[in-house]
């Protein structure tokens, strides 16, 4: 059995991620004074060139900003990773003893155990684990038996192998979040058409947040449809890579805009959900409003951006609330909203949505469309895709 992790070694794992902290900072800086430089003024004499030279400098200036702005998005990434400080410190001798001899009794052998400290407050363990059980043991009884022992609740990590068999490997543990969700869609397609142009995704992090996108493609049809499932693998790529919503939407709108005039606009809308505080923030790039139901309570959630590709950066601050046991929150794309065909339909659907009995959020997403399809007299003018997302505590 391997010696458990000791104070030197780390004393030696701190330092080697503080190493690589130096890099990745290193690395922002010069990403940010490249930026810098092509940030800087671009003069060109406009009395001595052609027109066709002119509107050439003009776009070599806007590519350039646009590429400014990459790099700084990509430096702030790179300074949000190296801000993530992170510590291991060793199980007091009597616990990690127990563990060890109570998950062998399991059949499960331990050869490293530590706590990894991070700035979020959160807890998280790591083991170095195999099984001597024929046919292994899963990850979720180990959870188990570790949060007895433990007296807190452990869940396996998104990235832990689903099962312990005979080769060692290392888990990771983590605090189970303050919250549970269910999500729901509901969708209808334009009466002329035979495929949505509307696009969604539920995406979850390691990090104990959920986020949901939804693209409505200008347009219907097929190209409307290529279009936000373009805008929507460029979000999970950009997000999955450690983006945040809104500068992963600014790097979507500057692909969009390189791609050039005739590339159609999509709307893009984002909620994300962070499970252990409950703080949810709303982005949205010309997409319609979105709605928070508590009982028989609505809150509406708007802004006024136009849609992606045709402007340079996302200037509207996104929009945070605190959502509670019970809470849901209803995205819905502009089909839906053109279907109310009320004046004030923010109104008009708050209305609707305070009065939905139902609990399961795809129930909820059903009966929303049914009533809007009963107001359009069941004429279907756009695409309509209705997504809910449902906010509970863990018991």
Known sequence: MKKILGEKEAERAFLLSEYGKQKLLGYADSFKEIAKTLDEDFQWNQEEESRQSRLYSRKLWENRCMLADNLNEMAGVMAQVAGEVFSYRPFPERKRKQIIQTLRGEGVLVSDLYYIDSETGRTKINLNMSSEKMGGVSVEETADMLSVMLDMRLVPAMNCPYLLDGNIRSYTFMEEARFVVLTGAARAVKETE??????????????????????????????????????????????????RPKPAANLVNSALIAKGEEQNMSTLDICELDLYDGICEFTKVGAASSFIKREHMVEQISTGTLPLGIFKGIEEESVRRRLMDGDYVFMLSDGIVDAVEESDYKEELSEIIGNLEQENPRELAEALLQTVLRKSRGHIRDDMTILVLGIWENS
Request: proline share 0%; charged share 30%.
């Open 194 to 243: 035979q495929k949505s142009g509307d696009n969604y995704a539920f995406l979850e992090s390691e990090k104990g947040k959920i986020t949901l996108l939804l693209s409505d493609g200008m347009g219907s049809g097929e190209k409307a449809c290529t279009d936000s499932e373009m805008v929507l693998d460029l979000m999970e790529k950009l997000m999955e890579a450690g983006y």
